[in-house]
Structure formats: structure tokens, C-alpha cells
């Protein structure tokens, strides 16, 4: 099942994240297991914004270890001192939860190799670094983890997002989407379906020098587009590109720093509904989704096969 999302708001900052709480949660029955966002505020002029966890969600885990206080702090000084070392200045951190941290920081080296130590730090993993997206996940519906994280006054552009029923892997934040592209700015996607090329592709990208965090299929998108991108092809391209070159039944949802596209494989089996007005654009898996954000009547269209389309903020 799972069910995906996107909204994006032309020309304007809104508060996305209350958006997108409420398509997500009218997704909720596609997928109760996990929520993530991916969201897009106004890019940051100077420096980064980096959301990282170091530990799982553990306490939801039958039979868990739970990590100690201070094997927590441990970790985060850890990653404090990486940030040092590669001369990045931290100008404002905060924490959701034991495990999830926010940070700012002011940095001009080299992104690929100071992501590449910080995740070097046990059980570390970095869900995003960029001007203006922050990647939120954790176990729960949409409502449980837009108040553990306080998205609901997130004021942005816009966003995608993923309520996850597991099926393949284990229930827990690595498996959860939204994506981000390792090491990209502001590349993240969501996946509705199952890529059956999977293996080669990774093999492929991994030669090129590419990481992943995970053996999720949804993954690879990401990274695809986002190297894609790296030389010199758009968006849009890419996407239609994706069609030829990744094989299997899917629809996905991609965003970037001030765009958002989804694309549709050639049997367009997985579900999409999109909305369109010259203010903002929906799409999710179910209608149910977008008319949860909207007070008024709205005529909604479903793509065709191999369909791609690409949206302006």
C-alpha cells in the first residue's frame, strides 16, 4: 500500500507543514506504520540546515536495547567535534526527541567528506542537509509526528511526505521515507512501488562513488535523480529519463529546492490525483489526501501512463 503526497505553493511562503499533516493523515490507512516529510522552507542565504537522528526509535522496538543518556551524548559530541574539525560553525541547534536533532551551521568545505565522518559516529545517520529542506521521520501517523517535531507552524514552499505500511524491511526510521540524495542539497523523494532493477542500478551508482543508508528500493530514486541532475540534465529530463532506465510498477514524487515533480511508470498502476490552480498544486495517492487541505470544491485529474510532470515554485 503506502501512500504518498506532495503540495507546493507558487510564489508564496504558507504553513506547509499544517499541509501536509493533513494530506498525509488522510493517508493514514495506506500506511500506519511510519510518516516522514520532506519540507522546504525559505532557503537559507549563508550556511546549512542539517536534521540528523543517532539512535532508532527504539522504545517502539519489542526486545529493544534502549541506548543509555549517555551513550546519546556520547554521540552527539561526537558529531560536534567532526563539525569543529571540518570547520563548521554551529549557529543553532535544537532536539525533538532523545535521538533527532536540528542543526544550523555555517560551512564553505567539503560537504561529501564532513557528512561521510559524521555518519562514521555509531548508529548516526544524516536524513538531510540543505538550504531549505528539513527531512522529518519517525514511527506513527501523520498528527503523532508533526507534534513530536512541531511542523505544524513549519512555514515553507513546499513539501512531500509518506505514510509507510512495511512490507519488506523492518519498522523503523532507516526504512521510512521521505529520501534524501547523499550528498545533494535539497534532492528528497517518496515512492509508491517496487523497483525490480534495483541491485544493478545501485551497483552502478555506488561504482560512481554513491552511498546508501539503506537497502529500500525507494532510495535509489533519490540518488538517480540527484546525480542526474549533478551533470548538468534537469529535472525533468531526469524524471522522464527514470521511466527507460528503472525498471518496475511505480509513481513517485520528487522535490528540489524550488520544484516538485512526479512521474508515472508505463503501466501506471500505482494511484495518483493531482490538483492544479494558479496558486498551488496537490497530488497525492488518494483524492481523500488533498481535499483535507481545501475548504471548497475541487475538481482533481488522474495521469496518464509514463506521465511526467514538473512544477515551478
Known amino acids: ?4 503526497a506532495g503540495v507546493i505553493n507558487r510564489k508564496k511562503t504558507v504553513n506547509v507543514g499544517e499541509q501536509m499533516r493533513l494530506m498525509l493523515q488522510g493517508l493514514k490507512h495506506r500506511g500506519p506504520d ?9 532557503p537559507k542565504k549563508k550556511g546549512f540546515v542539517m536534521r540528523f537522528k543517532i539512535s532508532e526509535n527504539e522504545a517502539e522496538k519489542v526486545k529493544a536495547v534502549i ?7 556520547d554521540r552527539k559530541t561526537q558529531v560536534d567535534a567532526i563539525l569543529k574539525k571540518h570547520g563548521a560553525k554551529i549557529t543553532k541547534q535544537s532536539s525533538s526527541t532523545p535521538y533527532a536533532f536540528r542543526y544550523e551551521f555555517d560551512f564553505k568545505g567539503d560537504l561529501t567528506a564532513l557528512a561521510t565522518e559524521i555518519e562514521t559516529v555509531e548508529k548516526t545517520e544524516i536524513l538531510s542537509i540543505g538550504k531549505g529542506l528539513e527531512l522529518i521521520k519517525d514511527l506513527g501517523d501523520a498528527t503523532t509526528v ?7 507552524k513549519f512555514m515553507g514552499t513546499h513539501g512531500i511526505g509518506h505514510t509507510r505500511m512495511a512490507t519488506e524491511s523492518d519498522v523503523d526510521i532507516k526504512s521510512a521515507h521521505p529520501y534524501w540524495a547523499f550528498p545533494f542539497e535539497d534532492v528528497s523523494v517518496v515512492h509508491n512501488g517496487q523497483l525490480t532493477n534495483y541491485w544493478g542500478n545501485r551497483r552502478i551508482l555506488e561504482r560512481k562513488g554513491y552511498r546508501f543508508n539503506s537497502n529500500c528500493d525507494s532510495e535509489i530514486i533519490a540518488v538517480y535523480i540527484a546525480d542526474k541532475m ?3 540534465i534537469g529535472l525533468e529530463q531526469a524524471m522522464h529519463d527514470s521511466l527507460d532506465e528503472l525498471d518496475g510498477v511505480f509513481t513517485y514524487v520528487v522535490a528540489t529546492k524550488d520544484q516538485l515533480g512526479m512521474a508515472k511508470d508505463y503501466m501506471a498502476a500505482k494511484p495518483m490525483v493531482i490538483y492544479e490552480s494558479k496558486d498551488i498544486v496537490a497530488c497525492a495517492s488518494e483524492e481523500v489526501a488533498i481535499r483535507n487541505i481545501f475548504p471548497h470544491e475541487i475538481i482533481t485529474y488522474d495521469p496518464y501512463e509514463a506521465e511526467v510532470k514538473v512544477w515551478q515554485v
Do not use: F, H
Open 34 to 42: 511510519s510518516t516522514g516529510y520532506a519540507m522546504y522552507g525559505t
Open 1 to 4: 500500500m503506502c501512500g504518498i
Open 67 to 73: 541506548d543509555s543518556p549517555e551513550q546519546l551524548k
Open 230 to 232: 549533478a551533470r548538468g
Open 146 to 152: 508533526s507534534n513530536q517535531y512541531g511542523l505544524g
